[in-house]
């Protein structure tokens, strides 16, 4: 195979490691051509294009439902280190991409692969002299010092959690451990927390897969921002893989994944708890409307909220006022009273969602469609639910 031909293998492979965009929201089209072109969310909300393929597909493990498992009838395929570093830099040259996403099947054992991928930084660093962004999957059983010699040259690393806990785990990836995961995440959090990484660390869960609940995976989100920092926790939704042991198991509905970055936006934004945010009795996030409505229903008693007096915390709860536009509004109410929609609407809040929660200089509105939901990528990466 030429390099072109591994790049189809390796990039489309790679496409189960998710970079924080909801399928529901992409407009991206991956093309089998194009299929290592990945769309990401950057640190300032931007949508950046990533070139993202594995190292290798050649896998000791035996995931369930994983494409590269080892029983899977599929052409193996791996790229040298300069292959790869060469292969990023003529994409990168021709603006096709701009930045890159490295991560890699575990061949032979975990150090070893992870030799592989830091040996392509090298040389992307050194003799490239690239300077621009690099994310580097740390694998599973990394040993500590070449988690630190990948992380001396990437902009982010990463450690996938995959399950909310060992009992789900198992169910995807029997022979990984949810606690020696978690030890991962812990060292790589200690090493962000010293000597910060520019775009810090991240973690992601398959979603969908083993009947794992939502607030379970909220649960653990919330520990995991509060114990080891992430600069975000991915949901990536389960899609089921032919000769694979889950390939009749149901695909993840793209809606739930996109819930759950909004629960997630929730509590790590916004100030709320797991405990309070709207799980049904068994533990499902709602599917017909955001998490901030839903909660904000069951809580008639909290509004309508006075928009010309509310606190920047009582606020952004309201829901269509996100934290840009409670900033704006504070701001502006400075120079006087908010007293129309309109006006509002021109600070960034989604009236159509707030105005029957909110009060505009002692006027109460009604009608409205606060159900209607506006699936915009705008509104995703500003997070303003
Ligand atoms: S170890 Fe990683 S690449 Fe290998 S089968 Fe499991 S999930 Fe797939």
Redesign the pocket.
Known sequence: MNSKDKLRVLGKVAEFDVCGYPQVLSTHKRSERFSFIYQAVGKDGKCVRLFKVLKTNQ?E???YY?A??KDRNSPRVSFTPDELADLFMKYYTDGLVEGCFLSS??YENPDKSQEGLIDTLRILRKKHKYRGYIHTKILPETSKDLIYESAKYSDRISVNLEAPGQDWLSKL?PDKNFARLISSLREISNLNARNPLKSGITTQLVVGGTQESDRSIINLAAKLYSEFKPWRVYYSGFIPIKDTPMETNYPCEPLREFRLYQADSLIRKYGFSPDELPFDANGALPTDMDPKLAWAKLHPELFPVEVNGAAFQKLIKVPGIGKISAERIISARKEGKIKTLEALKRFGTVVTRARNFIILDGRQFTGGDSNKEILQKQLFLWEEI
């Open positions: 896998c493990g035996n995931c994983c590269n498992r099947a575990i990836s």
